[in-house]
C-alpha cells in the first residue's frame, strides 16, 4: 500500500462497446484503444446535489438527499505522427472510458480479469484545441456529456 | 447534421461495434476492422426526426378538429 502518481501507475483506454458497464469484460479492454500515452488529465467525477428541507420549528436547516450527476472532461496530446486520442474522439462518438487508475496487472498496467476499473459511457459533445501559444506543445480538450450512470468500482470480468 | 456509421469488427476478440466513419482509423489501431457492405445507414439528426414525428401527429390532430400543426417551413 502506498501512495502513488498516475505517472507509470495508471492505464486509460477507450472502447466503443462494453459486456456490463459494472463488468466490462477482458476482450473488452482488449479491444479498448489505449490512450494512456496521450492524457495529461482528466476529470471524471460525480456530484450528488441536496435539497434543503428547513423548517419553522427548529434553527438547523435540514436537508435530504437528491440527485446525482456527472461530468467528464479530458486533456490530451496532438502527435504529428500518431494522432490517436485526436482521431478517436471526435464530436458525437459515444464509448466507455476505461480507466484504471492504480493499473492493471496486464502487460504496460492494462486490466485483465478481476482488476478494478471505473467505466464511463460519454457521449463526447466537444473537442477543442488549446490555444496555440509559443513554445507550447499542442493538446486539446475533450468534454463529454455522461448519459448512464458511470461506475466506479467496475470489476473486469474473465 | 447527419452521423454515418460503420460496423467493425475486432478481430482477436470478436466483438462487434457501431463507430463514426471518420474514426475507423483510431479503430484499425486497436485491431478493429471495418465489416465489409454493412455500412449502417446514415442516421439523421435524431431531434430532427422526433420533430417530425410531431408535426405529424399535429397534423393528425387538425384534422380532427384538434390545434393547428407548427409552421415547419425554413426560412430563407
Known sequence: MARIIPNENSWIGFTPTVASVSAPTAANITAAVNLTPYVISINASSRGNTVPTPSFDSLFETSIAGTVQA??????????????????LPRATDGFFIISRFGGAGADHKPIALDVV????????????????????????????????PVEDAVVAA | ?????????????????????????????????????????????????????????????????GPAAPDTSKKE
Open chain 2, 1 to 65: 447534421m447527419s452521423v454515418k456509421k460503420v460496423k467493425i469488427t475486432h478481430e482477436e476478440t470478436g466483438l462487434e461495434a457501431e463507430v463514426l466513419e471518420t474514426t475507423v482509423s483510431a479503430w484499425e489501431t486497436a485491431g478493429w476492422t471495418v465489416v465489409e457492405d454493412e455500412s449502417v445507414p446514415e442516421q439523421a439528426n435524431p431531434a430532427e426526426a422526433s420533430r417530425q414525428q410531431l408535426v405529424a401527429e399535429a397534423s393528425k390532430t387538425k384534422t380532427n378538429g
Open chain 1, 71 to 88: 461530468t467528464f472532461d479530458a486533456d490530451f496530446y496532438r502527435d504529428d505522427s500518431a494522432d490517436l486520442a485526436w482521431a478517436t
Open chain 1, 118 to 149: 471505473e467505466v464511463w459511457p460519454v457521449l463526447i459533445v466537444s473537442r477543442t484545441m488549446a490555444n496555440m501559444s509559443n513554445n507550447t506543445v499542442l493538446t486539446f480538450t475533450a468534454s463529454a456529456s455522461v448519459p448512464v450512470e
